[in-house]
């Protein structure tokens, strides 16, 4: 996690989002989607927004989409670059929704499970069920947040946006000691660029959420309150 500097504008940005959960007003655990595509920031974000919360007293679950994939060997019936592929066959929505987000919204017995997949070991997991108080906060990361199968979850959603080739940058550094520069630049531009693409394309997330957090520099972030 970047260390947050006291009175800059990520710790404004950061106070700013803390409120838009404070100010939501239901009878269940409050849900926030941290969406944006790979390499942005967003995980960091969603990490510095759950340190805030529990700052000022909240109960938090810490959760994100990595935890709710597929195994490896049902993620790339269209090849290993397939954006399509990245798009529609890489995440247990159906899991998603069964195991963490139904329960803790309205109706829900808020008995709920953060995981249902470890990609260390690619392996399908069924932990025990926890129960989370009423007036605790979702804070969950992920690509593909807005898609139809969650769109009616969330009850706060953040947009996190970068450059395209500040992403590109941002993973080839993140993932030079496992893969070399051509490897990742040929992941990121036949497989996870055109899936965001295809993304923005058919679901428009942009119309969706309450903010977008422009994050190219990241203590410097830019963002923007969006009605919907």
């Not at 790979?38 to 989409?65: F, N, Y």
Request: proline share 7%.
């Amino acid at each position: 996690m970047s260390e947050v500097r006291p009175g800059s504008r990520r710790v404004e940005l950061l106070g700013r989002l803390a409120e838009a959960v404070g100010s939501v007003d239901v009878a269940h655990p409050v849900r926030v989607a941290v969406d944006g595509p790979p390499a942005t920031g967003k995980t960091t974000l969603a990490d510095e927004l759950a340190v805030v919360l529990r700052s000022q007293g909240r109960h938090v679950i810490r959760a994100t989409i990595d935890d709710f994939l597929f195994p490896r060997a049902r993620r790339y019936p269209r090849g290993e670059y397939s954006a399509e592929g990245c798009y529609f066959d890489t995440h247990d929505w159906a899991a998603l929704n069964r195991a963490l987000l139904d329960p803790l919204g309205p109706g829900g017995d808020r008995g709920f499970r953060p995981t249902v997949y470890d990609r260390a070991t690619d392996t399908v997991l069924s932990p025990p069920s926890r129960t989370a108080p009423a007036d605790a906060v979702l804070v969950f990361d992920g690509v593909f947040l807005m898609r139809p199968e969650l769109i009616d979850r969330w009850e706060l959603r953040i947009l996190v946006s970068t450059a395209i080739e500040t992403t590109v940058d941002r993973a080839v550094i993140r993932e030079r000691r496992v893969s070399s520069r051509a490897e990742v630049e040929r992941r990121w531009r036949e497989r996870y660029i055109p899936a965001q693409q295809l993304y923005f394309d058919t679901v428009r997330p942009t119309d969706h959420v309450d903010f977008v957090v422009h994050n190219d520099e990241p203590q410097k972030p830019v963002w923007e309150a969006r009605a919907r």
